[in-house]
């Protein structure tokens, strides 16, 4: 079985200039975020902008993936929406061979109850081929899960993990108090990771493990062996940069930070929109005074 411990990096989908995929960046990124720490890697996260990949893309670049992944990470895929039987209907329109689980999020925009979560990851978790990993990240879709309903999806059999990016620490010690043995917690906010670790998380799924994978990972590895006074070093480091990712939305930011590491260019798909100027050069400052080293 899979074991989520350690660093995922939410892979950003890089796009040329006429807003096709750009596979030469995408390999540049596997191979950057591999060589340097990644222990596993999540494709079409939010991170990757699947909410503007058609399905025929999303089913080419997760084989583009696995062809490319010389180190046999284990790979997750983000499989998730707010049509329950439409994302069951999607199972047959992939291959799972090489996946090692999916990564579900809540559904945004209609905002269920908690029963209507339950009962959606459920039916998910019944006709996936593959573990889930449950998200909940109520500053995208809207509602969070709540943690009584996460401690009941843990009980079931193909509910391995939840990715928490509400930024409720409360939420995540009741979570870590109810779970099974066998259930992990998985930060979805970097700066989180190590407070979330502290008390039982197993890592992160990371947007900063496409920029700074090595400096990241390395944080986590010593949060893994209870070194927070070492890892936390590390972490401070990156309160610079972290928060200049979001100013005008993700992956907007990590794009641009990428952009200045030459893996890939600075294009997103609208309604995204490239950085402003002005954020860009605050980026490209951040970057600098982190010397990071290709």
């Known amino acids: 079985m899979f074991d989520y411990k350690g660093t995922g990096v939410a892979l950003l989908t890089p796009f040329e200039e006429n807003f096709k995929i750009d596979f030469s960046g995408l390999k540049k990124l596997i191979d950057y975020t591999s060589s340097q720490g990644a ?15 058609s399905l025929s893309e999303k089913k080419e670049i997760l084989e583009f993936v696995k062809n490319q992944n ?35 999020v809540g559904p945004y925009y209609n905002k269920p109850s908690q029963e209507g979560y339950y009962r959606h990851f459920s039916a998910i978790a019944e006709k996936s081929p593959v573990p889930v990993i449950v998200y909940n990240v109520p500053g995208r879709t809207g509602s969070s899960i709540s943690a009584s ?61 496409n920029i700074i994978p090595k400096l990241y990972s390395e944080m986590i590895n010593l949060g893994l062996q209870n070194k927070f006074s070492e890892a936390s070093k590390l972490l401070f480091k990156m309160l610079e940069l972290n928060p200049l990712l979001y100013v005008e939305g993700n992956p907007v930011g990590a794009k641009k930070a990428l952009s200045c590491l030459q893996i890939c260019k600075n294009i997103v798909r609208l309604p995204l929109a490239e950085t402003s100027p002005e954020l860009g050069e605050k980026i490209e400052t951040a970057i600098y005074n982190l010397g990071i080293k290709l």
Request: a negative charge; hydrophobic letters at 40%.
């Open 70 to 104: 010389s180190k046999k990470l284990p790979i997750v895929v983000g499989l998730g929406g707010n049509n329950t039987e439409e994302v069951i209907q999607n199972f047959s329109e992939y291959n799972f061979s090489g996946v090692s689980a999916i990564l579900s």
């Open 149 to 209: 309903t996460i401690s009941k999806l843990a009980q079931h059999g193909n509910i391995k993990a939840i990715k928490e990016a509400s930024g409720d620490m409360v939420q995540c010690m009741e979570i870590m108090a109810k779970k099974p043995s066998d259930f992990q917690l998985i930060a979805g906010d970097d700066l989180l990771t190590l407070p979330m670790m502290s008390i039982g998380g197993v890592g992160s799924i990371s947007v900063l493990g």
């Open 39 to 53: 222990d596993y890697l999540v494709v079409h996260g939010t991170t990757g902008e699947p909410s503007t990949t």
